[in-house]
């Protein structure tokens, strides 16, 4: 019996440290994945952390098996040029850089890359013609490869939906993951095409998880004030250029996307990593409105809310724009969809009360019209009547109460580990101090 007790003691020791080396081998080569990526970026339009970044993706490329660094500028002025710019930056600091980690990417390869996307928003199809962008993607899918091509977006999803119109075999081949919230009013037909004929795709819709990321300035830390001042300062040409964005204050709220690649299973959004932990959603809501909207009606965070009115027939040509609608702060085109109708999307990227004007010379019985609409700060809520269904592998922030910073849900998702983040790439910055 004592043999028989000691026989099974060690048959279970075996098991367990079987299991150990299996676990181990499981999170090593997990970590030790080289991911292929494309990233398609609005960098050098209305918001300058996309040059944040970019110098991010730049110090850390060796990890990477980058196919296209694509501009993507749906808004403003940013342009293929800028990526190149940083580039130039980066060369600066290549030798020192590279003398660390030999597996960085030269200049010349990195601009080979660099690709010019869509330069305005999708008009109400949420399609175009193709761009060298949009064509980037559709031919890093098609690749011969075992790995699946991410696409990291920090931007619209203008160049991902044209790719996906041209080429819907790419569909199986990508894995999207897009910053969207404020970037989503911004690109609203493109997702909206997205979400109606491509319900299956692979996609991480991250609306509010990112902001954990973004440094509160007001914080007397080395890791949100003075974090420019104790690790960037003096590093180089890129330290020096990280200072002409938000004053050297750490925003980079895309960076969530390749943070999500560099730690943790890709495989499964659900588990933690360095770029968020998110849940499955099987619907994105959408509003139909065929009025003029008071402080009654109300719709989710980050939802599609679409306005379709009544008006002159002919007055444009079908899918032309005929009005604007103005909504906190901002215009937003309206077209002739025919007969008597007339449309217009909006994307509402923060919880509120939001007034709103329609201004259309052409259509007297429009023009001037005001309304109301309230914005819930639940995403995505109750599935609505004209909500997108989705398949089994679309993405997005924890509903988890306890996870929400502020009014951001999922933020706590990403700021659990933004000190381990910071703390990673300051080392690679003293590379450009020694």
């Not at 150990?20 to 339009?45: K, Q």
């Not at 044209?162 to 969207?180: C, E, F, N, T």
């Not at 440094?215 to 890129?238: C, E």
């Not at 996870?403 to 690679?428: C, H, I, N, P, Y």
């Amino acid at each position: 019996m004592q043999y028989r007790n000691e026989m099974n003691r060690k048959s279970i020791t075996s098991l367990v440290f079987s299991i150990f080396l299996s676990l181990m081998s499981y999170s090593a080569a997990v970590a030790a994945e080289r991911h292929r990526i494309l990233v398609t970026t609005d960098i050098g339009g209305t918001d300058a952390d996309d040059n944040q970044s970019m110098a991010h993706l730049l110090m850390y490329n060796d990890l990477f098996d980058i196919e296209a660094l694509v501009s993507t500028p749906s808004f403003g002025n940013g342009s293929k040029s800028e990526i190149m710019r940083m580039i130039d930056v980066y060369e600066k600091d290549y030798p020192r850089l590279s003398s660390r980690a030999p597996g960085l990417l030269s200049p010349d390869s990195l601009r080979s890359l660099c690709r010019q996307g869509a330069d305005s928003m999708a008009p109400y199809c949420g399609f175009s013609t193709p761009t060298d962008g949009s064509t980037a993607i559709v031919e890093a899918a098609r690749r011969q490869d075992s790995r699946p091509l991410y696409v990291l977006v920090w931007g619209a999803l203008e160049d991902v939906a044209q790719a996906l119109h041209d080429a819907p075999d790419i569909m199986s081949k990508i894995r999207v993951y897009w910053i969207g919230g404020p970037n989503k009013k911004w690109g609203a037909n493109a997702y909206c095409y997205i979400a109606e004929n491509f319900p299956d795709l692979w996609m991480i819709e991250n609306n509010a998880s990112y902001r954990g990321f973004i440094s509160d300035a007001k914080r007397d830390d080395r890791f949100n004030k003075h974090y420019y001042d104790r690790t960037i300062s003096g590093a180089g040409a890129l330290g020096e250029d990280f200072k002409s964005y938000y004053d050297g204050n750490v925003k980079m709220g895309d960076t969530p996307s390749l943070l999500y690649m560099m730690n943790g299973d890709s495989s499964r959004p659900d588990a933690e990593s360095w770029g968020g932990q998110f849940e499955r959603i099987t619907h994105s809501p959408r509003t139909v409105f065929t009025y003029m909207t008071t402080t009654r009606d109300t719709v989710p965070v980050y939802s599609i809310a679409e306005f379709r009115f009544k008006g002159i027939a002919g007055v444009v040509p079908i899918g032309a724009v005929a009005f604007k609608m103005t909504i906190d702060g901002q215009s937003w085109d309206g077209v002739y969809l025919g007969g008597w109708e007339y449309a217009v999307r909006y994307a509402p990227k923060a919880p509120g009360t939001f007034e709103y004007r329609l201004s259309a010379p052409l259509i007297p019985a429009m023009d001037g019209l005001r309304g109301s609409i309230v914005v819930s700060p639940q995403w995505p809520g109750e599935k609505l009547k004209d909500s997108y269904v989705l398949g089994g592998n679309w993405w997005s922030d924890s509903s988890d109460k306890s996870l929400f910073r502020d009014k951001w849900q999922g933020a706590a998702t990403v700021e659990k580990w933004r000190e381990d983040v910071l703390s990673d790439w300051a080392e690679r910055w003293n590379w450009l101090k020694d």
